[in-house]
């Protein structure tokens, strides 16, 4: 089947820590996404990508970093610089071009920091 | 640049009954409008998509939604409400004419009464 996958779905940091978040996507899709959910703002962007080896910046990527070394991955660091990053992080993945935009979504992984 | 709003922060409905979800977008050009919904933990669904054509679309699980340019507004519906249908329900608004970034909507939360 094809979809997104997301490891771990629980990961509890210490403060301090940098922490890595996995996504992987078989859906042959060239770009990915990184939101993060909080109660009551819905969905924010972290990083996006199209093609492999080029992301850029989203809304809230301040504390975040991020690669896409390979089509099918793209793994969101949390560093010790992100302030609060205890939330909800979802990735997703679409088509380029015009024609069919909609985003695909993982499960999720959520961060708690301890 | 996009945005979306969602009014309704929070919904109760008795089961059987209608429901409607309000969503009021921003954007200069023709939109991409989407409907996701979300159970606990989980990641996003898509429920429904509008790009063009016939302003009534159809999605799953018996969604439909309008899309009306007039009122800049894309509110989703269902005749009669299946206790199942309680989850968060997110409107989102992308570029007409390209791929990419979205804007979501900060969310509403459905609850179905017996």
């Known amino acids: 089947d094809g979809g997104i996958t997301q490891s771990p779905k629980y990961l509890f940091r210490k403060e301090g820590q940098n922490v890595t978040l996995s996504c992987e996507q078989n859906?042959?899709?060239?770009?990915m996404y990184w939101y993060r959910q909080d109660p009551g703002q819905g969905l924010r962007l972290i990083y996006y990508?199209?093609?492999?080896?080029?992301?850029q910046k989203g809304d809230i990527a301040e504390g975040y970093s991020v690669s896409r070394e390979k089509k099918e991955s793209f793994p969101l660091t949390v560093t010790s610089a992100q302030k609060n990053p205890t939330a909800f992080y979802l990735c997703?993945?679409?088509?380029?071009?015009?024609?069919?935009?909609?985003?695909?979504f993982g499960p999720g992984t959520r961060l708690t920091v301890l | 640049a996009q945005s979306v709003t969602q009014p309704d922060i929070h919904i109760t409905v008795s089961e059987g009954a209608s429901l409607e979800l309000r969503c009021n977008y921003s954007?200069?050009?023709?939109?991409?409008l989407f409907w996701y919904v979300q159970s606990p933990g989980q990641g996003l669904q898509l429920l429904l998509k509008y790009f063009s054509g016939d302003t009534l679309v159809q999605g799953i699980k018996g969604f439909e939604a309008e899309f009306k340019r007039s009122q800049s507004s894309f509110n989703l519906r269902k005749p009669s409400v299946h206790w199942s249908d309680a989850a968060e329900y997110f409107c989102?608004?992308?570029?007409?004419?390209?791929?990419?970034?979205?804007?979501f909507g900060a969310g509403t939360q459905v609850v179905v009464t017996p």
């Open positions: 954007y200069g050009a023709t939109p991409y």
């Open positions: 859906l042959n899709h060239d770009a």
């Open positions: 990508s199209q093609i492999v080896n080029d992301f």
């Open positions: 997703a993945s679409s088509l380029t071009g015009t024609g069919n935009p909609e985003q695909f």
């Open positions: 989102a608004v992308g570029a007409g004419d390209s791929w990419g970034k979205f804007q």
